[in-house]
């Protein structure tokens, strides 16, 4: 009888319970595991991931390809992996990592995309949003993910109770449970308050779907993707988007890259420093423009 399910079951549960990892990412490291779990039995009739070979696992990878899979998702499964692993070994369930000599497909660094600030104001000024609970709530979530430029699953997570309506703040849980708070315009907390009071369900959710159940990713997706689809023409209209735009536009506006890295929960100044690629960008587009540029190139 395969350990597999077991030892995957322990490992989601360290990850829940002393990683303190979010509902989203524990979901998001089942499915990966499940899915490799799924192509192992079928091509080798395997299940049990601490008994498989790097072979196997260059196999899966050239399956991913085939399949379409981007080269950041088969980096992101190959990871998920790998994190199992690293903690199978402390666990003295695997002796060594059947993944470390597997090479995956170049990921190609991009600049991520920017909504520019007139029309992240023309959304907000414009009637987009319906009048009912559903289009508050809507407005509320792209509001908080533009406003504070927390990430889809601190969104997915908020409760209620995370809201501080006489101090004008968030409690926000990011990677690790770790714990932010970040100041709310009036605007936004208004938008927010009027939605919990109007919405005809009394869930502890801050945010819920239609029928009144949790948010769940796609869901948000979704309502990310159509409303900025309303307002431009971005190829990408997610609600990561939301978060780029958010902090490049605190950084043009002068806000220095340390304040940028504590509203964004980032661990590391470096994770900070992709978006300085867009205020440099700017400043180009002004050098560019200077008269002293145009008499040189005689326009």
């Given amino acids: 009888m395969t350990q597999s399910p077991q030892h995957i079951a322990q490992f989601l549960d360290y990850l829940q319970k002393e990683r303190r990892g979010s509902d989203h990412t524990i979901r998001c490291y089942k499915s990966d595991l499940k899915q490799m779990q799924r192509y192992m039995l079928e091509a080798y009739e395997v299940e049990d991931l601490t008994s498989i070979e790097s072979e196997w696992i260059r196999s899966w990878v050239v399956e991913l390809v085939k399949a379409g899979k981007s080269p950041r998702t088969i980096h992101r499964k190959v990871s998920v992996y790998r994190t199992f692993v690293k903690y199978a070994r402390r666990q ?5 990592n059947p993944a470390e000599s597997v090479v995956l497909p170049k990921v190609e660094k991009r600049m991520p995309e920017v909504v520019p600030e007139h029309t992240m104001n023309q959304l907000f000024l414009e009637e987009v949003f319906a009048t009912d609970w559903k289009g508050r709530r809507d407005r509320s979530m792209m509001a908080l993910l533009y406003e504070t430029g927390i990430r889809m699953s601190e969104l997915i997570g908020l409760k209620v109770g995370d809201v501080n309506g006489a101090r004008k703040e968030l409690r926000v849980y990011g990677k690790g449970r770790k714990e932010r708070v970040l100041p709310l315009l009036p605007s936004t907390l208004e938008s927010i308050m009027q939605h919990v009071m109007d919405r005809p369900v009394g869930e502890d959710d801050l945010f819920v779907t ?7 990713p796609s869901f948000v997706y979704r309502r990310v993707n159509h409303y900025l689809g309303e ?3 971005l190829q990408q209209c997610s609600p990561h988007v939301l978060r780029h735009t ?5 950084l043009n506006r002068g806000a220095e890259l340390a304040a940028v890295k504590d509203l964004l929960g980032h661990a590391s100044l470096s994770s900070t ?3 300085t690629q867009h205020t440099t960008a700017r400043l180009k587009e002004f050098h560019n423009a200077s008269p002293l540029n145009k008499r040189a190139t005689g326009e």
Avoid: C, E, K, N
């Fill in 92 to 96: 003295g369930i695997m002796i060594t």
């Fill in 210 to 216: 239609d029928a009144g159940s949790s948010l769940y």
């Fill in 231 to 233: 307002v431009s023409s």
């Fill in 246 to 250: 958010f902090a490049t536009h605190l």
């Fill in 273 to 275: 420093q992709v978006y």
